[in-house]
C-alpha cells in the first residue's frame, strides 16, 4: 500500500510518483546515555568511547568501548540507571499521539506560511497525506517513520500545484519538527517539563 501511495497502483495512478514527497524519522530527545550498536561502512564501532570520561553523580563512568552485537541484551539499556530520565521516557511515550497530532497541524500551517498563502487557502489548494508507523527503539522510547506526500485538492488523483515542491516540503517539515513542543505539567511532585 505504501508503495502503491509513491508509484501508483492499487487504484492510485502512476502519476503520483511526481507528487513531492518526503521520507522522515521523528525520533524521541536523549533521556541519558545509553549502549547503542553503532556501525560505519560495514564496521561495528566501539559504543560510546571518550577518550577522558567524567564520572556521573553517581560515581559511574559514562562511557562503553565495547563493540555491541546486534542481539546485546545491553542495547538500549542506560550506561547509568541513576542517571536516566525514565519518567521522561514513560512522559514521551505517553505524549507520543499527540506530538504527531500537533505535529501534522504545524506542518500544514507552515506549509501555508511558505507558501505565502491561508491555512484555508493552501488546503484548498492542497491535500497533505501522511503514511506512518510508531516504532520502539532499543531504549524502549517510540519514534515515528513517516512518508509525506503533497496531492491535488482531490488527493493523488490531482497534481499539486506548481508552488508546491520537494523542497518547500522539507523547508515546512523541519520548521514543524522545531516548532512541535508538548509541555507536560508536574505530576506527582515531579517538576514541569517540556517533550519534543
Do not use: M
Not at 492510485?12 to 518526503?22: D, F, G, L, M, S
Not at 536523549?30 to 570520561?53: T, Y
Amino acid at each position: 500500500l505504501i508503495r502503491a501511495g509513491l508509484t501508483g497502483g492499487k487504484g492510485i495512478p502512476a502519476t503520483v510518483a511526481a507528487h513531492p514527497a518526503a521520507f522522515l524519522t521523528l525520533t524521541a530527545p536523549s533521556f541519558g546515555p545509553v549502549h547503542a550498536r553503532r556501525e560505519r561502512n560495514g564496521r561495528v564501532l566501539r559504543c560510546r568511547p571518550r577518550r577522558a570520561p567524567r564520572p556521573c553523580p553517581h560515581d559511574t563512568t559514562l562511557a562503553c568501548g565495547q563493540q555491541h552485537g546486534p542481539d546485546d541484551s545491553l542495547l538500549g539499556e542506560p550506561i547509568c540507571p541513576g542517571c536516566y530520565d525514565y519518567t521522561g521516557t514513560v512522559l514521551f511515550n505517553a505524549c507520543a499521539p499527540e506530538l504527531w497530532r500537533r505535529f501534522t497541524i504545524t506542518l500544514r500551517r507552515a506549509l501555508a506560511r511558505q507558501a505565502g498563502l491561508t491555512a484555508k487557502t493552501l488546503a484548498a489548494q492542497v491535500r497533505v497525506s501522511f503514511a506512518k508507523v510508531a516504532e520502539y527503539q532499543h531504549r524502549g522510547v517510540v519514534h515515528f517513520h513517516a512518508i509525506i506526500r503533497l496531492d491535488g485538492p482531490a488527493g493523488p488523483v490531482t497534481e499539486p500545484p506548481a508552488w508546491a515542491t520537494f523542497d518547500l516540503l522539507a523547508a515546512a517539515i523541519a520548521q514543524a519538527a522545531h516548532a512541535v513542543r508538548v509541555h507536560i505539567p508536574a505530576v506527582s511532585g515531579l517538576p514541569a517539563r517540556t517533550l519534543a
